[in-house]
């Protein structure tokens, strides 16, 4: 049996339109923090961040504003 048959998490997610979405998100990011160590998703973190990073010095090489 899994937590989407039990009555009650039924009930509650027919109540109002905002449990539903709720829930939806819930379940989103449960499965993504189950996979979260799963060599790819460590990878994909770490080029996302090294793509992200200035280059050092990259601060001083602009122009000044003044």
Request: net charge neutral; aromatic share 8%.
């Amino acid at each position: 049996m899994c937590v989407e048959d039990l009555p009650e998490l039924q009930r509650w997610i027919e109540k109002d339109p905002r449990n539903a979405v709720a829930y939806n998100k819930y379940r989103h990011w449960s499965t993504v923090g189950r996979s979260s160590s799963a060599p790819e998703f460590v990878i994909g973190r770490r080029d996302a961040l090294e793509d992200s990073a200035e280059p050092a010095g990259a601060m001083s090489a602009k122009p000044s504003l003044r």
